[in-house]
């Protein structure tokens, strides 16, 4: 009952954020049927997290709750100001418009409640990323000022993304909700914001297509449906699978031609069909983030990651692309607002004009550089998003010329300079691990591949394409897959050729003729010629896959290209289809090119590329099947039902298996229902529990405890407690700061710390670092040979409770007194 009271209060805290920001909305998005009330809570969380941040960074505000209230005042405010011009207007708008409110509201909270009981099957934050994010929430919460400490090395500030960790902890200060609470109902409530705002662009998207407001009310229903529950096609794999479809004996052993040419990890491997029955492996819904398998020189397999919306969920780590969803959904809001007329005017910066309102200036540079403290990767994905929308308005309204691109890229510029301004703080203190781009030469995905990731999805996208296509003849579809072919081949070139300034003028630029031989060394390749041949063989080999691209870039690229429209063509259509465009983009990208990082391929470029595809296609897949469902011939209508429904099978067996393996593993633990996630006593027991709850209450101070690898208990203390872990996983903060130097000698040293029996070596690390808290459990006793008697012979006892003894260090022992 406790949880359930807190479930409200955090219901009401977002509402309230979220309607404090409507006349913001009701001005921004003028142009839009519902004036942004779909976007609210996004809009609101943005707004306010940033009123909050900058004065908190800049020592003008502090961080607690009189903070999170002064900003709220402050988004308060600037919404009263936002409606002086014409104050009554939006609460006109509101009551001749309930039913729109009403709808949006119910997806909201049917989504966040729905979401919430899923988490309650199985809410422990433990194992994957979540421990990590549960350290950023906590220090956000503790930190006495802004940037909040790194968690998990002491004496520096967190040097990753973590403007929706802040947001998370100002909602845990309004609504009074626990850490553990907190990381939960953050879930859900991404999950809700992302479904309202996925069902108001469709909804705005099919009333400018003169639906009417009930109909398109219903049908946009299937945005949240396509964006956030259907699923990848693995799911339906699976069940085949299990069910030994497609395997035969020979020889008396099972194999299976279909599923190794398939060449999905685990489902090259035998199904158990010697129970009877439908016998789904253990984790099995983990392998459809990973159906895409590239390969080494070698051959041997190089892991990629392709997650999708309903698997982020699923698996429910609150990791900043999930936490950047429902900001994704408000850029697309703000990019369909522009493109049907809003924002126009002009901001000039001395000579230049930038032509955009200064609202939509201000607010969009806001946007964008709020995208890359969410989730930094998205950033360069959504200026992308903005130079294509904006480039292509300039040249619908002004002409096709040369110009114009210039104007896009300049007016981006502009924008993301802006963007980067408003965040400086974050970004001075920011560092990372990205090394710069790099051509892939070695690894296109296949078309088997694609169709399994993307296929629910591209087949309302390819029935729309053809139905818009319809009446123009063959020769237009020749034309399309022509100009997408002239585009793949383009970008081909492009690789190739960055793949010969590295390998070849690099060296000679630099003098140093080790520079050229990057790609051989992450690839395995003997030489770049072998490269070159081996990666052209593959893709030729892959067709599929590009070939597909080819098709959907091609048709809509050729539509989008000026002509003289022909006068049924919708605004709503041809906004669907440049989505459609900027969706292949992506996905093309990483076929081409991928961000060096510490794992040496494209394994993350896939991942942040491919989960942004998704978003974007989703809301185009729904408003393409509602778009078609209401189609004047039924003939159409019944043919496309019936490809809808192929889509809706192959993509809902996964979430309805998924859901069903996390029920019946709740069923079967005999637990009750809650949202707590910390209370785990498998990883964090009884002892540990009680003395985290002493270090809460205790003055921040740096912490040793056990160090060990990523996705492992260890640094479970400094993770729950919020104080700062000397150290806690060190191949994430590798990551995080682009490599060790800030670690130094840190992890020798906690090792020495704990195993030494002389008190000058281990006073001399205590003053070093300027520990304060010295934790001894069961993990720390298993991982070091602990030599307590040191530590009980000059220092004090601060907490004991059965296997838990934490050591407090004196100011005075520290100061060499």
Do not use: C
């Amino acid at each position: 009952m406790s949880d359930l009271f807190v479930w409200l209060r955090w219901l009401l805290a977002i509402s309230l954020v979220g309607w404090l920001a409507f006349p913001l909305a009701f001005r921004l998005f003028s142009h839009l049927p519902g004036r942004g009330v779909a976007f609210l809570r996004p809009l609101g969380l943005l707004v306010w997290g940033f009123l909050f941040w900058l004065p908190g960074s800049l020592g003008l505000l502090g961080n607690d709750l009189g903070g999170a209230w002064l900003a709220l005042a402050l988004l308060a405010g600037l919404s009263w100001w936002a409606s002086r011009r014409d104050p009554g207007a939006g609460r006109a708008w509101l009551a001749e418009n309930s039913g729109t409110v009403l709808a949006v509201e119910a997806v909201f909270i049917i989504a966040f409640a729905l979401l919430s009981l899923l988490r309650a099957h199985y809410p422990d934050i433990t194992f994957t990323e979540k421990p990590m994010e549960l350290a950023f929430i906590n220090a956000a919460l503790t930190a006495p000022s802004l940037p909040p400490h790194d968690p998990w090395l002491s004496g520096y500030a967190i040097s990753y993304y973590h403007f929706g960790f802040l947001m998370t902890a100002m909602l845990a200060r309004l609504s009074a909700a626990i850490p553990g609470i907190a990381f939960n109902l953050m879930i859900a409530s991404v999950f809700a914001m992302t479904a309202a705002a996925a069902y108001g662009l469709v909804a705005d998207l099919l009333q400018k297509r003169d639906l009417s407001v009930g109909r398109a009310a219903g049908l946009a229903l299937l945005s949240p449906l396509f964006t956030l529950v259907v699923s990848n096609a693995e799911g339906l794999l699976e069940w085949f699978h299990a069910r030994g479809a497609f395997w035969q004996y020979e020889g008396g052993v099972l194999v299976s031609r279909f599923w190794a040419w398939l060449d999905i990890k685990d489902l090259v491997n035998p199904p158990d069909l010697e129970s009877g029955a439908l016998v789904l492996r253990h984790w099995w819904w983990w392998r459809a983030s990973r159906v895409i398998t590239d390969r080494n020189f070698a051959g041997d397999i190089v892991e990629v990651i392709d997650e999708f919306p309903f698997f982020s969920f699923l698996l429910a780590d609150l990791h900043p692309h999930v936490l950047a969803m429902p900001f994704v959904m408000l850029m697309l809001a703000l990019m369909l607002n522009y493109f049907l007329g809003g924002g126009r005017g002009e901001t000039r910066f001395g000579s230049w004009r930038l032509l955009l309102s200064p609202a939509m200036t201000g607010f969009t540079a806001l946007l964008l550089g709020g995208l890359a403290f969410l989730n930094i990767w998205d950033f360069p994905i959504y200026f992308g998003l903005f130079v294509l929308v904006f480039t292509y308005v300039q040249v619908q309204e002004r002409g096709l010329a040369w110009a114009r691109l210039a104007e896009g890229l300049s007016a981006g510029a502009v924008l993301a300079v802006l963007g980067v301004l408003l965040y400086l703080p974050f970004h001075i203190s920011f560092s990372s691990q990205a090394g710069g781009g790099l051509p892939n030469l070695l690894n296109p995905t296949r078309g088997a591949h694609l169709w399994v990731m993307f296929g629910p999805l591209l087949l309302p996208l390819f029935a729309f394409l053809f139905w818009v296509y319809r009446g123009r003849g063959g020769q237009a579809v020749l034309k399309a897959v022509l100009a997408g072919l002239g585009l793949v081949a383009g970008l081909w070139v492009l690789s190739l050729a960055f793949a010969v300034l590295l390998t070849s003028l690099l060296p000679a630029l630099t003098r140093n003729p080790d520079a050229g031989n990057l790609l051989l060394a992450l690839t395995g390749a003997p030489d770049f010629g072998t490269l070159v041949q081996t990666g052209l063989a593959r893709r030729l080999a892959a067709s599929g896959g590009w070939l597909t691209l080819v098709a959907l870039a091609g048709l809509a690229g050729l539509w989008l290209w000026p002509r003289k429209a022909a006068k049924a063509e919708l605004p709503a259509d041809t906004f669907a289809i440049l989505l459609i465009f900027f969706g292949a983009l992506l996905v093309l990208a990483p076929e081409f090119f991928y961000l060096r990082d510490q794992f040496g391929h494209r394994m993350n470029t896939v991942f942040k590329f491919f989960i942004q595809a998704w978003l974007v296609w989703g809301v185009v897949a729904a408003y393409a099947a509602a778009t078609l469902l209401s189609a004047p011939r039924r003939g159409g209508r019944l043919a496309f039902a019936g490809l809808l429904l192929l889509a809706l099978v192959a993509g809902l067996v996964y979430p309805v298996m998924g859901i069903a393996d996390k029920v019946s593993q709740f069923q079967q633990s005999g637990r009750p229902l809650m949202l707590d996630g910390t209370q785990h006593t498998a990883y964090l027991n009884e002892d540990d529990q009680a003395a985290v709850a002493w270090l809460a209450g205790q003055p921040l101070g740096t912490l040793v405890e056990a160090v060990g690898g990523s996705y492992s208990h260890f640094a479970r203390i400094s993770t729950h407690s919020g104080q700062p872990a000397l150290l806690g996983w060190p191949g994430h903060e590798s990551q995080w700061r682009g490599g060790a130097e800030e670690m130094g000698t840190r992890q020798t040293d906690i090792d020495a710390l704990y195993r030494t029996t002389s008190w000058p070596e281990a006073l001399d690390i205590l003053r070093r670092y300027d520990i304060q808290y010295i934790y001894i459990g069961s993990l720390e006793r298993t991982t070091y040979a602990v030599s307590e008697e040191k530590f009980a012979a000059f220092l004090t006892v601060a907490f004991q409770q059965g296997s838990v003894t934490i050591y407090a260090v004196p100011p005075t022992l520290l100061a060499g007194n």
